[in-house]
């Protein structure tokens, strides 16, 4: 099946520092990719829609200068939390659909920012 | 009021049983899809099956079924022959009209343990 990597799995940084997190589709070209959040025992909640070659759309209530997403190319995605808060740890997940299908997306392994 | 919801936050069943997961949805859109995924301690996201709006019959995949019930809006996961390893958590998600598989909304899960 196709696959989707991020990176990175893992990033504990400073309070104030901006990281960037990576998606990729490996093996097949996505137009689109999704950003989700998910704090522990809890839901995914959709943040942002990126769109190679143009710009995000993002979900109500997520902040666009927070959280930047470029989707550079048709295999990769990038999610950038600048000046990042304690409140900012959380899982982030990207997805990324084939092209055209309804029901079919695959799933980054996720990346879990811890920030100090 | 929620899209999706999922009444169990924690179900048990022993190996080898069957287990029923709930789910009911709230859309006034005619076509919609539903998806069931799997999400282990590891935090992958990994999808199970799906049902689409205007699908007559129950989606099956492999021990998966779905038990689709449209007048009712329900949409219960049926796991047979449980085994150790279904132990994880489970989330119920709609994506509503025919857009992208990526832009669901999710229910807040539910955690399964398998008893042996």
């Known amino acids: 099946g196709a696959v989707v990597s991020q990176h990175p799995s893992r990033v504990i940084c400073k309070s104030g520092t901006s990281v960037k997190i990576e998606c990729r589709s490996l093996d097949f070209q996505a137009t689109t990719m999704f950003w989700y959040r998910q704090f522990p025992k809890q839901s995914l909640m959709l943040m942002a829609t990126?769109?190679?070659?143009?710009?995000?759309?993002?979900e109500q209530g997520v902040e666009k200068d927070k959280f930047l997403i470029n989707h550079a190319s048709l295999t990769l995605s990038t999610l950038t939390v600048t000046s990042a808060h304690p409140e900012d740890s959380s899982f982030y997940i990207c997805s990324a659909p084939l092209a055209g299908s309804y029901n079919e997306q695959f799933f980054g392994p996720g990346t879990r920012l811890t920030v100090l | 009021a929620q899209k999706i919801t999922q009444t169990q936050p924690g179900m048990f069943v022993q190996e080898k049983e069957a287990v029923t997961l709930d789910c009911t949805y709230d859309t006034s859109d005619q076509s919609y899809g539903l998806f069931w995924y799997k999400q282990p301690s590891s935090g992958e996201m990994i999808f199970l099956i799906y049902q689409g709006s205007y699908d007559e019959q129950n989606a099956t995949e492999g021990r998966y079924s779905l038990n689709f019930q449209k007048a009712r809006k329900s949409a219960n996961l049926v796991i047979s022959a449980s085994q150790l390893g279904d132990s994880a958590m489970y989330f119920c998600a709609m994506r509503e009209g025919r857009g992208n598989a990526g832009k669901s909304t999710f229910g807040d899960g539910t955690t399964l343990t398998v008893k042996p």
């Open positions: 990126s769109n190679e070659g143009s710009k995000a759309t993002y």
